[in-house]
């Protein structure tokens, strides 16, 4: 990459052992199998796929919530997937995180104050600053006057402004990367916009580039720089956001937005497989209308397509189909 | 045929010594085989109106007026009689209600215990055989009657619920939000269900819910509801209509609510958000509910609450002082 990355994902899987089913060997369920990806400074980057595709074991690989089972998460000069102790600290200081729920990730016993300068007592920011920071996160979230919401309780705030404080609390400490797990599905639409719009604030203001999580395309249309999108452990189509939406070229990608677009009544059938059962060949291939109406190519069964550039397009777009010239 | 008229609903909360119209005046009617869509923001009384049609308002609310579910009327009815008509004749989705299936009961028994409850003489081989339809009808696998809800997806036991929902023939469905807590997939999926078994069973459906875009695609009329009343409705074609030409939504919280949510078929820009609160409704309003968010706003509507009256033809009403009628 020319520009200058806060993260570099490559290769990352992260498998859990799965249960055993009677006479059946144990399984392993590859939630993360095999992705890549880079996030520039200031760039949105945003992943989308349906609830189980592993897009939230993505984003809790990179915050070291869960340990990757391979690859790597370069920042910093550090491999995240690898490193701990003070170097694990240090880097997690750069990297924060919101959750999709406002009224279960804020501690209903503490005020505002308390949950925003919580990071900076963690990361041992001095006493004589943690007061000016708290209120300055608070004003970039703007959360006002800053001084009197600070005093408030969670269950005095609407579920908008609990996620302001959510976001406050992620960008006390200046992070590099925010990674926002389905921040605005539990919103109703008139606070929803609010806080999309407060996150493309805090980028253009403070330089903060976002992994954003979402399975609502349109939202990640007019929010994201470019797009990802993922199905079972996999990223199979990416690129510019505009493009993507524009000029969709594989074929889960297209049944996505024509859902999403809501045209007509027609729906992709049946549900993601198993991650424990992954499909041979192309993952996608047993719900796949292209391969269904290519009268069920050998190769989709046979060979897992990888990402490749799509050639009529802009550089950065890639797609993961064996007959990606023909989905136009 | 009508199935549901509700005439001047209110519906009153009592909180201590105080008290709230969070349903004020609201009129609508369901045909046979019809579906209403009910829209607006948290807090604008579109549960609370749903609750009041089969009598499920919690102790502290008294609604007045009237409701007529098949000629026959629900508002004072006792609890027993309430109870012969739910599941019979009326069925309630509630929000989130795939997690209201009990965890350890396998689905055929959950589904089995309403045809036990209401219809005690009928047969267990035809009862389990119903069962099985039902599945089959909302397009689970009959094979997997004898499964417990933790071993479906959300949107599989969306879809057993529904199958509940219908297992004593009633006429009138009512959905709280049945998709809002779905990935898209799963939500077009539901959505093209309810759709299909409305059309083919002849059933009602009132479907409430903030998402536009679920409503455009099941409903033939859409009530949108402020602040307890309803300001606009009409068919769903003029109101909620693709791309701006066709869109002819006349009240500019309607317009408001629409430009809150992104669209695929629009432009690439972030929703606007809606500046400020729903009014407090525990203080008398005198003029229009929306005067304090309204971008068009005059004199007349902080002095006058405006009414119902069409836009054009019968069909579609506006309660804005600005649209329709004689003033301009």
Known sequence: MTVESVVEVSDLKVYFPGRRSSGQAKSLVRAVDGVSFAIAKGEILALVGESGCGKSTIAAAIMRLVAPTAGRIASGGVDLATVNGSALRRARRRFQMIFQDPFGSLDPRQTVYETVVEPLVIHGVPAEERRTRVLEALEFAQLLPPERLAQRYPHELSGGQRQRVAIAAAVVLRPDLVVADEPVSMLDVSARAGILSLMVDLRDRLGISYLFITHDLSVAWVLADRIAVVYLGRIVEIGSAAELVAAPRHPYTQALLEVTRGDGHRTLPGETPSAAAIPTGCRFHPRCPKYRLLNEPSQCREVDPVLTETATTLVGHQSACHFVEENQ | ?328
């Open chain 2, 1 to 328: 045929m009508t199935l549901l008229e509700i005439k001047d609903l209110c519906v009153d909360y009592t909180v201590g010594a105080d008290s709230l119209r969070a349903v004020d005046q609201v009129s609508i009617s369901v045909a046979a085989g019809e579906a209403v869509g009910i829209a607006g923001e948290s807090g604008c009384g579109k549960t609370t109106l749903g609750l009041a049609v089969p009598g499920l308002l919690p102790a502290n609310a008294t609604p007045t007026g009237s409701v007529q579910l098949l000629g026959e009327e629900m508002i004072g009815r006792s609890e027993d009689d309430l109870n012969e008509l739910r599941w019979t004749k009326v069925s309630f989705i509630f929000q989130g209600a795939m997690n209201a299936l009990n965890p350890v009961h396998r689905i055929d028994r959950q589904i089995l215990e309403p045809i036990r409850t209401h219809e005690p003489n009928t047969a267990s081989t035809a009862a389990k055989e119903r069962v099985s339809q039902l599945l089959e009808l909302v397009g689970v696998s009959p094979s997997r009657a004898r499964s417990f809800p933790h071993e479906f997806s959300g949107g599989m036991r969306q879809r057993v619920m529904i199958a509940m929902a219908l297992a004593c023939r009633p006429s009138l469905l009512i959905a709280d939000e049945p998709t809002t807590a779905l990935d898209v997939i799963s939500q077009s999926q539901i959505l093209s269900l309810l759709g299909d078994l409305q059309r083919e069973q002849q059933l009602g459906l009132l479907l409430i819910s903030h998402d536009l875009a679920a409503i455009r695609r099941t409903c033939d009329r859409v009530v949108v509801m402020y602040a307890g009343v309803v300001v606009e409705t009409g068919p769903t074609a003029v109101i909620l209509g693709r791309g701006t030409e066709q869109r002819t939504a006349a009240h500019p919280y309607t317009q408001a609510l629409i430009k809150a949510h992104p669209d695929l078929a629009g432009e690439r820009v972030l929703a606007q958000a809606l500046p400020g609160h729903p009014p407090d409704l525990s203080i008398p309003i005198k003029g229009c509910r929306f005067y304090d968010r309204c971008s068009v706003r005059e004199s007349i509507c902080h002095e006058v609450a405006p009414t119902l009256r069409p836009v054009a033809g019968t069909a579609h009403l506006a309660a804005c002082h600005l649209v329709g009628g004689d003033v301009t």
